[in-house]
């Protein structure tokens, strides 16, 4: 049954991408961003209404009114796709930080560099960083808000990660808070597996953190703390302790 509701769900995925390319990418750069983003994020709502009716996926959201009125810098775990798609919706217009790579795909790319992105080149991890220093720091005076997932890949349920300390470094430089943002979407759609996973798929906003006269690394130490303790009671699989070897320091 699984594998049957994946199939649906994968059709109307790919689907949806094809109209959303022919109707809304052509008009999109001549848009204002906030009116590009409103008319693009039109497949993220779809994508989210579809995988959890074809899937049989129920959501459990929770903190919302949380999040701030101005700029800030989201803070997630990273499990999946669907977090990458739902997080565009939560306060937008918000520049994510990703891989370079994605651009390159048809219409799902092409779209993707409307949105303002930090797109990033790995195989030169530190010029990455300066420029997600550089421009993580642009994008929040200019209003927007910068989505990271400090882990800096995709991390499977069960499994951890260290965080990198990147994105409170921009917000203590930048002197917006922090949005700690936690969620278990790994358990229903799986990163390494393309049969989706019926049940109860929960996301939680903290409170926002302020980072006015304190060190990136006590912000993060914090952020950390409140997503792994939320990960414990959000997930159906337990959380192992943190055995990696020290992340390398960043500039402060």
């Known amino acids: 049954m699984n594998r049957l509701r994946s199939i649906v769900f994968y059709f109307g995925y790919f689907a949806a991408m094809l109209v959303c390319g022919v109707l809304f ?40 009114e949380k999040l701030p009125q101005g700029p800030c810098v989201m803070l997630s775990n990273h499990q999946s796709e669907w977090e990458t798609v739902y997080l565009q919706l939560i306060k937008p217009p918000v520049c994510t930080v990703l891989k370079k790579e994605l651009l390159n795909i048809p219409i799902f790319g092409w779209a993707l560099r409307l949105l303002r992105p930090i797109a990033l080149d790995r195989s030169r991890p530190s010029r990455a960083m300066r420029q997600v220093l550089t421009q993580g720091v642009q994008r929040l005076n200019e209003g927007l808000s910068v989505l990271i997932f400090p882990e800096g890949t995709r991390v499977e349920p ?74 414990v009671n959000i997930s159906e699989v337990p959380r192992p302790d943190l055995v990696e070897a020290p992340a390398k320091r960043l500039p402060a």
């Open 158 to 231: 069960g499994q951890r990660r260290r965080y990198n300390k990147s994105g409170t470094v921009i917000a203590c430089r930048a002197g917006v808070p922090v949005v700690p943002v936690a969620h278990n979407a790994g358990e229903r759609w799986p990163s390494r597996d393309w049969v989706k996973r019926p049940g109860r798929l929960s996301l939680v906003v903290g409170e926002p953190i302020d980072t006015a006269g304190r060190s990136p690394e006590e912000v993060l130490i914090e952020v950390e703390a409140w997503i792994e303790a939320q990960l």
């Open 25 to 64: 990418l052509p008009p999109s750069p001549f848009l204002p961003l906030r009116s590009r983003y409103r008319l693009l994020n039109l497949y993220n709502h779809f994508i989210m209404s579809w995988f959890r009716v074809a899937c049989g996926v129920r959501y459990e959201i929770s903190g919302l």
